[in-house]
């Protein structure tokens, strides 16, 4: 006949501390309430209380790097265009929105989605996401940096917008405004050519934004910054500064060269220069006499006077005589005391 180890026994050796009144029943059974289960159970929940703290240490840990990853640019955002303000304005054309590659964009965005995000920054610079729910940004305002035609092909089709943020780095920085028009300009360089008179007009507002905060700033300096050569510096500031008076002047401005655009601030230049006025020819007054045979000049002209006498040797001391008659006669003439 088989015989089976008494529970009592298993218990017992498994848990060696229970009280022997709670082992076994006087016929070798186990009482109710017995503590066999006992160490099973406690593991169990001291295991699932360590699982869920483990989780939910996970979860806390995804959230932080989600927020991180939306300030530093990895994550993506969806966005409303209410949401986004536009203090700087376009560098391009003003009547980009009724060109053919515009419209050609629209469409795009219509088939097939937004293929690239904008590049935003919020208004807050302080600003952080939800550490319990950071993709939610409802309600956040937000400043454009890049992307001005795909936010005005959004709202022309009502449809929320892929944004991503700039870095933080650039947003702290001490002119944040050139930041901002530092990373419009290299957009534009990198996606799509600006024409001479858009990149003249945004390499020299860049420059002056940049100048007003600093006392030095070189056209060297300033090109190696923005990776510019720096021959077009001075012709840019030049350009930013009668932008106006070009787009008045010429109808083709958009499609101008370089050459054609120093052609137009040298004419723009001969116009408003005011031409200097000829300086008035000098009033001579003569008078003539004869002595003798002889011819007398006496010449006033601008303020100097001169006299002249042909043929008349004269000595020291007779031109002495003659000098103190002239300044006698002149000191009882002088323009204090003349009348009429």
Same mark, same amino acid.
């Given at each position: 006949? =088989? #015989? ?6 298993? @218990? ?27 160490? !099973?159970?406690?593991?169990? $929940?001291?295991?699932? @209380? ?10 806390? #840990? $995804?959230? $932080? ?5 939306? &300030? ?5 955002? $969806? ?10 304005? *376009? ?6 929105? @009724? ?32 550490? %319990? ?12 940096? *890049? ?30 405004? !050139?930041?901002? %028009? !530092? ?16 990149? %003249? ?22 090109? =190696? ?6 021959? %077009? ?16 002047? !010429? ?25 200097? /006025? ?10 003539? #006499? =004869? ?7 006496? *010449?006033?002209?601008?303020?100097? &006077? @001169? ?10 001391? #007779?031109?002495? /005589? ?16 003349? *009348?009429?």
């Amino acid at each position: 006949m =088989k #015989r089976s180890i008494p529970r009592s026994l298993v @218990s017992k050796a498994t848990n060696p501390d229970t009280p022997k009144e709670h082992v076994a029943g006087s016929e070798g059974r186990t009482e109710p309430g017995d503590a066999v289960s006992t160490p !099973f159970k406690g593991a169990g $929940s001291a295991w699932k @209380s360590g699982a869920l703290a483990q989780s939910q240490a996970a979860v806390e #840990r $995804s959230r $932080s790097e989600l927020c991180s990853d939306i &300030l530093h640019g990895r994550h993506e955002i $969806s966005l409303t265009q209410d949401q986004i303000s536009d203090p700087m304005g *376009t560098d391009r054309r003003q009547d980009w929105m @009724s060109q053919d590659a515009f419209r050609s964009l629209v469409s795009s965005i219509a088939t097939n989605g937004q293929d690239t995000p904008i590049l935003v920054w919020p208004e807050d610079p302080d600003w952080t996401p939800d550490s %319990l729910d950071p993709t939610n940004v409802a309600g956040v305002p937000f400043v454009m940096l *890049t992307g001005r035609r795909r936010l005005a092909a959004a709202s022309e089709l009502g449809i929320p917008l892929r944004a991503i943020l700039a870095p933080p780095d650039a947003r702290h920085a001490e002119n944040s405004t !050139f930041e901002m %028009l !530092f990373l419009r300009f290299r957009e534009n360089e990198e996606r799509e050519n600006l024409s001479p008179f858009e990149r %003249l007009v945004s390499i020299g507002e860049m420059y002056e934004t940049l100048a007003s905060g600093e006392k030095r700033l070189t056209a060297v300096a300033f090109a =190696k910054k923005i990776g510019v050569h720096e021959s %077009l510096v001075s012709r840019a500031r030049a350009v930013f500064a009668a932008q106006e008076q070009i787009l008045n002047a !010429f109808k083709n401005v958009y499609d101008m060269s370089f050459r054609d655009l120093q052609g137009a601030l040298a004419s723009l230049e001969s116009v408003s220069k005011p031409k200097a /006025k000829p300086r008035a020819k000098p009033r001579k007054l003569t008078v003539k #006499r =004869k002595v003798g045979h002889r011819n007398l000049s006496v *010449t006033s002209v601008d303020g100097n &006077l @001169s006299i002249k006498v042909a043929g008349m040797p004269i000595d020291q001391e #007779r031109l002495e /005589k003659l000098g103190d008659l002239v300044a006698s006669y002149l000191s009882g003439e002088t323009p204090d005391k003349t *009348t009429g």
